[in-house]
């Protein structure tokens, strides 16, 4: 007889029941083992504020490698806690950044992005979409509007130069996954950033 059992997520064969007792009588045979993950900011920002997350500046996080929501909300470590026993697995919270999975997680994701609330410029474009596979598209846009920022129509062809364009206006900002996050400045209300291509 040939026994085929998944133990922590690994397909385990055995000959006999026998075996398999044997197997789960050993020391760390199935003990699940805690995985300690990453967190992940806007590189601009700390992630903790003394010994706990920075919740003013960090209000969701991302649970989609998980099975989750891409933008969980979080204002506290309970949130946390709680938006991974929703998905099934169970987390303990030290000292900040200390987060570590203890239970109901097999995969082989160790990190979690914070999202900041932080004003936020969707790329649009003229034609084409700006972003292509998380990265600018610099070949069909070279161009961008910052008139809605007291500026003009500045040329572009790197992140870089959209970086120094708004610090020329007074703008800090971080771009994370084709996305303007505004880190300091007057947005004056701005949602979106317009691309152009200029001959």
């Known amino acids: 007889m040939i026994l085929k059992i998944y133990i922590r997520g690994r397909l385990r064969i055995f000959r006999s029941f026998k075996d398999y007792f044997a197997a789960l009588l050993k020391p760390g045979c199935c003990v699940y ?9 806007n590189g601009v920002d700390p992630i903790c504020d003394g010994t706990d997350i ?3 500046v960090y209000t969701e996080m991302d649970l989609s490698p998980y099975g989750g929501d891409a933008n969980t909300p ?24 200390d987060i570590v999975i203890t239970a109901g997680y097999y995969g082989e994701e160790t990190t979690v ?3 900041p609330l932080l004003p936020m410029l969707a ?8 972003c292509v596979d998380g990265d600018i598209d610099f070949v069909n846009y070279n161009a961008i509007d910052l ?5 003009g129509i ?11 364009a708004f610090d020329a206006e007074g703008l800090t900002i ?3 996954d084709c996305v303007v996050y505004i880190t300091a400045g007057d947005d004056r209300g701005q949602t979106e950033l317009q691309f152009s291509l200029t001959s």
Request: glycine share 10%.
């Open 74 to 97: 979080i204002t506290s470590n309970q949130d946390i806690i709680d938006a991974f026993a929703d998905l099934g697995i169970t987390v303990s919270i030290g000292d900040c950044p």
């Open 123 to 130: 790329m649009v474009g003229d034609v084409e979409p700006v």
């Open 54 to 56: 920075d919740f003013t």
């Open 154 to 164: 500045e040329a572009v062809a790197s992140e870089q130069d959209i970086i120094d």
């Open 174 to 176: 971080v771009i994370i």
């Open 113 to 115: 992005q914070l999202l």
């Open 33 to 41: 083992q805690p995985i300690t993950l990453t967190l992940l900011g």
């Open 147 to 151: 008139t809605p920022f007291g500026g």
